[in-house]
């Protein structure tokens, strides 16, 4: 079918009510591009209706260069996701009842990754996946409007895509700009980093709720005992502060900026786009920030290396709780995080548990250790590093003890930081630490774990994304708020849809780890839109840490006892 087609299709729904639009499911071809129209809303509230657009190549003319591997290719299609959510938005003439004339487009936020909403393919087509609010007034269907949408609007939003209409200085820098970083966070490891800081880098953003940069920044400059020169490919040599494996700390006064180049190191496992400031703050794919998150659902897990007798000899080598405490959610963060993989942990003072990062001297004295299950975090630090290559980055503002068992200590001081390691060393030998150590056992890596079948909601419509920070599945609503590197709305969907295909995984009996990874796998290889039913273009790359993460919360989850 032709546009001629759809122009007839359309013209036939004139006053009919909405459930005509029905009809119009299908694909249409134009002369740049075919319109694909996959699922059309059931009335003019529902969701909008997913729709696509297939440039051809020999009209978008996109330059082989811009994806000639895939770091360049995700780079092209999160600048072509960028254009089009703007001229969508420039396209969309609100109309009618509900959601009539609306045109949305998922374009990416402050960070890179791949997203549905753009993929070019092998040949240098383009794939939109959009949103359309069909128009009505009422329920009853506006014909000439959405004629007008459908045969003049969409093809000006498909034109726009042409490589001939693009800003292309710009899609160079989002091509060089993700390739760089990629680049970059490869050869961390020859580098013997767990993370790099440019100078230059812009590191605050513009409030708590706009994650674009601040204005007026102090520019980041690494101290010349910690600086690090890598060649990138576009950029060339750049310079910046190179964080090595084992215990870091970043110390310093209130409000000099140690959370804020503790967020920029969390964010860093993800691309950014050109002019966020943190495009070459990168770092290792494994980093997991870990929090406090008291009140959480734990499943099931090891926090014996933590948490030792609870009260009442509660057991903690398979511990559950429908409500944890400030102290045993951070263990179980850790200990999950663990399970997955994590190489690297980033943890601030801000929001952690205090008795679970340290017991004092005084503390020590006055609470004896038989009534204290807690190993505090300071003294496991070391040995999970030693023991399992396990890196520590910590914000600590507040506790001094902290600098016994640091390798490498960086004052942030009026935003710039400082290598203070040697003072450090100084120090911890004119003030000795007063306090025991408290460990009691080894520190022994946690068992993968397997789950009950009867853990997963059965409900039709399966889990969805409700905002970033939440999925509803069934009766069931997971609270993603810990996660905070989960930063998009669409990787909260894409997860979503994940867990259910996870939860079969785990009801044939796959451990968690298995079963994550054999989705990441599969996701990486065919692609998101396997993920969903139908092509849908709102969904984003997730990592592990977080689809575990996700599962971790829910509510329903049981052990496996077999
Ligand atoms: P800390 O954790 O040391 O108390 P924060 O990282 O929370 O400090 O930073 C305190 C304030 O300073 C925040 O409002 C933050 O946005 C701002 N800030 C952080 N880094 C910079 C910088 N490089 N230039 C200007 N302002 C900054
Ligand atoms: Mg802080």
Same mark, same amino acid.
């Given at each position: 079918?032709?546009?001629?087609?759809?122009?007839?299709?359309?013209?036939?729904?004139?006053?009919?009510?909405?459930?005509?639009?029905? +009809?119009?499911?299908?694909?249409?071809?134009?002369?740049?591009?075919?319109?694909?129209?996959?699922?059309?809303?059931?009335?003019?509230?529902?969701?909008?209706?997913?729709?696509?657009?297939? #440039?051809? &190549?020999?009209?978008?003319?996109?330059?082989?260069?811009?994806?000639?591997?895939?770091?360049?290719?995700?780079?092209?299609?999160?600048?072509?996701?960028?254009?089009?959510?703007?001229?969508?938005?420039?396209?969309?003439?609100?109309?009618?009842?509900? %959601?009539?004339?609306?045109? /949305? *487009?998922?374009?990416?936020?402050?960070?890179?990754?791949?997203?549905?909403?753009?993929?070019?393919?092998?040949?240098?087509? #383009?794939?939109?996946?959009?949103?359309?609010?069909?128009?009505?007034?009422?329920?009853?269907?506006?014909?000439?409007?959405?004629?007008?949408?459908?045969?003049?609007?969409?093809?000006?939003?498909?034109?726009?895509?042409?490589?001939?209409?693009?800003?292309?200085?710009?899609?160079?820098?989002?091509?060089?700009?993700?390739?760089?970083?990629?680049? /970059?966070?490869?050869?961390?490891?020859?580098?013997?980093?767990?993370?790099?800081?440019?100078?230059?880098?812009?590191?605050?953003?513009?409030?708590? *709720?706009?994650?674009?940069?601040?204005?007026?920044?102090?520019?980041?400059?690494?101290?010349?005992?910690? !600086?690090?020169?890598?060649?990138?490919?576009?950029?060339?040599?750049?310079?910046?502060?190179?964080?090595?494996?084992?215990?870091?700390? #970043?110390?310093?006064?209130?409000?000099?900026?140690?959370?804020?180049?503790?967020?920029?190191?969390?964010?860093?496992?993800?691309?950014?786009?050109?002019?966020?400031?943190?495009?070459?703050?990168?770092?290792?794919?494994?980093?997991? %920030?870990?929090? $406090?998150?008291?009140?959480?659902?734990?499943?099931?897990?090891?926090?014996?290396?933590?948490?030792?007798?609870?009260?009442?000899?509660?057991?903690?080598?398979?511990?559950?709780?429908?409500?944890?405490?400030?102290?045993? &959610?951070?263990? !179980?963060?850790?200990?999950?995080?663990?399970?997955?993989?994590?190489?690297?942990?980033?943890?601030?003072? =801000?929001?952690?548990?205090?008795?679970?990062? #340290?017991? =004092?001297?005084?503390?020590? $004295?006055?609470?004896?250790?038989?009534?204290?299950?807690?190993?505090?975090?300071?003294?496991?630090?070391?040995?999970?590093?030693?023991?399992?290559?396990?890196?520590?980055?910590?914000?600590?503002?507040?506790?001094?003890?902290?600098?016994?068992?640091?390798?490498?200590?960086?004052?942030? +001081?009026?935003?710039?930081?400082?290598?203070?390691?040697?003072?450090?060393?100084?120090?911890?030998?004119?003030?000795?630490?007063?306090?025991?150590?408290?460990?009691?056992?080894?520190? &022994?890596?946690?068992?993968?774990?397997?789950?009950?079948?009867?853990?997963?909601?059965?409900?039709?419509?399966?889990?969805?994304?409700?905002?970033? =920070?939440?999925?509803?599945?069934?009766?069931?609503?997971?609270? /993603?708020? !810990?996660?905070?590197?989960? *930063?998009?709305?669409?990787?909260?969907?894409?997860?979503?849809?994940?867990?259910?295909?996870?939860?079969?995984?785990?009801?044939?009996?796959?451990?968690?780890?298995?079963?994550?990874?054999?989705?990441?796998?599969?996701?990486?290889?065919?692609?998101?839109?396997?993920?969903?039913?139908?092509?849908?273009?709102?969904?984003?790359?997730?990592?592990?840490?977080?689809? !575990?993460?996700?599962?971790?919360?829910?509510?329903?989850?049981?052990?496996?006892?077999?």
């Amino acid at each position: 079918m032709d546009a001629r087609d759809l122009l007839q299709r359309v013209l036939r729904l004139e006053g009919k009510g909405y459930g005509a639009y029905k +009809d119009l499911k299908g694909r249409y071809r134009f002369e740049d591009f075919e319109l694909i129209i996959d699922k059309v809303q059931a009335d003019p509230f529902a969701p909008p209706s997913l729709f696509r657009l297939r #440039i051809f &190549s020999d009209r978008a003319q996109l330059p082989a260069w811009a994806y000639a591997n895939p770091s360049r290719q995700i780079g092209l299609e999160n600048f072509l996701a960028w254009v089009a959510e703007k001229e969508a938005r420039r396209l969309t003439k609100r109309l009618g009842t509900g %959601k009539g004339g609306l045109i /949305l *487009v998922h374009g990416p936020g402050q960070e890179m990754f791949r997203r549905t909403a753009v993929e070019v393919g092998p040949e240098g087509e #383009i794939e939109l996946r959009f949103f359309v609010g069909l128009p009505a007034a009422g329920r009853r269907i506006l014909a000439k409007e959405a004629r007008k949408l459908l045969l003049e609007t969409l093809p000006l939003l498909a034109k726009a895509l042409f490589y001939e209409n693009l800003p292309r200085d710009l899609l160079k820098r989002f091509v060089e700009t993700n390739e760089d970083a990629d680049f /970059l966070r490869t050869r961390l490891k020859e580098l013997g980093l767990i993370a790099f800081v440019a100078d230059g880098s812009i590191l605050p953003r513009a409030s708590g *709720v706009d994650p674009r940069p601040a204005r007026g920044a102090v520019p980041f400059k690494a101290p010349e005992s910690l !600086a690090v020169e890598v060649e990138l490919p576009h950029r060339g040599r750049v310079r910046g502060l190179g964080i090595r494996p084992g215990v870091t700390l #970043i110390v310093g006064g209130g409000f000099h900026g140690k959370s804020t180049l503790l967020r920029a190191l969390e964010l860093g496992v993800y691309n950014h786009v050109p002019d966020d400031g943190r495009e070459l703050v990168v770092t290792e794919p494994s980093a997991v %920030k870990i929090r $406090a998150e008291d009140g959480r659902q734990i499943t099931g897990v090891n926090i014996s290396p933590f948490i030792g007798r609870l009260p009442f000899g509660k057991d903690t080598t398979s511990f559950s709780t429908p409500c944890a405490s400030g102290s045993t &959610s951070q263990a !179980a963060n850790i200990m999950e995080a663990l399970e997955m993989g994590a190489r690297v942990f980033l943890i601030d003072e =801000d929001t952690s548990a205090t008795n679970f990062m #340290i017991r =004092d001297a005084r503390m020590q $004295a006055l609470i004896s250790k038989e009534k204290e299950p807690i190993i505090p975090y300071l003294d496991r630090v070391r040995e999970l590093y030693e023991k399992f290559g396990v890196s520590s980055i910590l914000v600590i503002g507040g506790s001094g003890d902290y600098l016994e068992v640091a390798d490498t200590v960086i004052a942030m +001081d009026h935003y710039l930081p400082v290598d203070v390691t040697q003072r450090a060393r100084e120090v911890v030998k004119e003030f000795p630490l007063a306090r025991k150590r408290e460990v009691e056992g080894p520190f &022994s890596l946690p068992a993968p774990r397997r789950f009950a079948p009867q853990s997963f909601p059965r409900d039709r419509k399966g889990p969805r994304a409700k905002a970033l =920070d939440r999925i509803l599945w069934g009766r069931e609503q997971i609270d /993603l708020g !810990a996660l905070e590197q989960l *930063v998009d709305r669409d990787q909260t969907n894409a997860m979503a849809y994940a867990l259910e295909i996870l939860a079969e995984r785990l009801s044939r009996g796959d451990n968690l780890p298995e079963a994550v990874s054999k989705i990441c796998e599969e996701v990486e290889r065919e692609g998101l839109h396997r993920l969903s039913p139908l092509p849908r273009g709102d969904l984003a790359a997730f990592r592990p840490f977080e689809l !575990a993460g996700a599962l971790n919360r829910l509510r329903s989850l049981k052990i496996r006892h077999d």
